[in-house]
């Protein structure tokens, strides 16, 4: 008897590096100026439909994710970078309709002593 598996959007779409202008941080200084936070992100689809219609239509379009997680981002005015992360991964999985997603927030150079400095977040389900 074989067991046959299904496919549950195991496939990741990726994006790395997003890097965007903000004003973030608790201190009093940081919320005078704009500082640079990188984004990585990891979401969760299945990429037959859009390898077999080559439509972006089928497709988790993360040019579109990009621009808009920019201008959120350019826009905002969070103390934490917990904060802007799950504001971040909310706009993901309610506007492109992402199921499952890992999202690093990185914001360099909060610690002197330290390359990278932010926090990593998955949300929904696999």
Excluded: P
Excluded at 5 to 28: N, W
Excluded at 30 to 58: F, N, P, W
Excluded at 87 to 105: H, K, P, S
Aim: aromatic share 6%.
């Amino acid at each position: 008897m074989r067991i046959r598996l299904t496919h549950s959007k195991m496939d990741i779409v990726f994006l790395r590096g997003l890097e965007a202008e903000t004003v973030i941080g608790i201190y009093d200084w940081e919320r005078k100026i704009r500082q640079t936070v990188i984004l990585d992100l990891e979401m969760s689809t299945d990429v037959r439909k859009a390898a077999a219609s080559e439509s972006i239509d089928d497709a988790v379009d993360y040019k579109a994710v990009a621009k808009r997680l920019s201008a959120f981002i350019e826009s905002s005015k969070f103390q934490l970078v917990e904060t802007l992360a799950e504001r971040c991964a909310e706009i993901v999985r309610n506007e492109f309709g992402v199921d499952w997603l890992r999202l690093t927030l990185n914001k360099a150079g909060a610690v002197s002593s330290a390359r990278d400095v932010g926090v990593i977040i998955e949300r929904g389900d696999r």
